[in-house]
């Protein structure tokens, strides 16, 4: 054990020096309070990780740069999130937003995700306008509150596509 000792005021604080501590590490505390007759005071050990690694993300469903269509708009939105490390800490929350490109408009912004943290989907209703460019933002938080973010594109469109036959004389 090595003890430290902190301001002496009624309330103490101690400053922990830039980089003193890693990643992804589990770390035990205890207090030894000393009072002004020298009676000491040990604390039981408590335990906390530090962590400041984003954590993984990604969105699966639908292909980013790919086409979206009435036929496919009934298959909901789906991607996964993890904590990265030997130290598994969990995730908090995914949100998503969706964003109209071509128009500037959102959709919707920060709404919760659906399923698990881990497998997370989302299917609510809303409308597609056709021909447009959708941009569909997933954001990890983990329950350290680090953040990550995936991005796709993707248009929707359910125009018909028409073909001519020329016949060669």
């Given at each position: ?87 598994d ?15 500037s ?22 409308t ?42």
């Open positions: 054990q090595i003890w430290i000792t902190t301001t002496s005021a009624p309330t103490w604080f101690y400053t922990i020096p830039a980089g003193a501590l890693a990643t992804q590490t589990n770390y035990y505390l205890r207090l030894q309070l000393t009072d002004n007759a020298n009676n000491f005071f040990d604390t039981q050990i408590t335990t906390f990780t530090y962590d400041n690694t984003q954590p993984n993300v990604a969105v699966t469903f639908p292909a980013n740069n790919g086409f979206y269509s009435q036929i496919i708009v009934s298959t909901p939105f789906a991607g996964t999130a993890s904590v990265p490390g030997p130290i800490i969990g995730i908090s929350t995914v949100t998503l937003s969706l964003q109209n490109i071509t128009d408009v959102a959709v919707f912004s920060n709404v919760p995700a659906q399923g698990s943290v881990a497998n997370w989907t989302y299917n609510q209703a809303f597609f306008l056709n021909d447009r460019q959708y941009q569909l933002t997933a954001k990890a938080t983990d329950n350290a509150g680090n953040t990550n973010t995936a991005t796709i594109s993707f248009v929707y469109d359910i125009q018909k596509p028409t073909s001519t036959i020329n016949p060669t004389p």
